[in-house]
């Protein structure tokens, strides 16, 4: 993560705003007040969906259990119903 001040955010923003994009990483902005962070859209989508599928009753142990299954026991994708 990168940590930087609210200050040196405001000359650097443009460069800073791609590396998250690009490279996938937070931004951490601390003020007087506080910190802010800055997160690429791919990786706020990816923590909103975590947080959903852990909020699913017992989905946390498929997802364990799915993770080790043998993928040569899987249904193909184009046979799965939606």
């Given amino acids: 993560m ?3 001040n609210v200050t ?16 996938n990483e ?3 902005i601390s003020t ?3 910190n802010a ?4 859209e791919e990786d706020y989508n990816s923590l909103i969906e975590t947080l ?3 909020n699913i009753p017992k989905m ?4 364990i259990n799915g993770k080790d299954e043998n993928i040569n026991e899987c249904i193909p994708e184009d046979e799965v119903e939606w």
């Fill in 2 to 4: 990168t940590n930087i």
């Fill in 32 to 34: 007087k007040n506080g």
């Fill in 26 to 28: 937070p931004i951490n």
């Fill in 37 to 40: 962070v800055v997160l690429s």
């Fill in 8 to 23: 040196n955010f405001r000359k650097d923003i443009y460069e800073l705003l791609e590396q998250a994009i690009k490279y």
């Fill in 60 to 63: 946390r142990e498929k997802l």
């Fill in 52 to 54: 959903y599928l852990s």
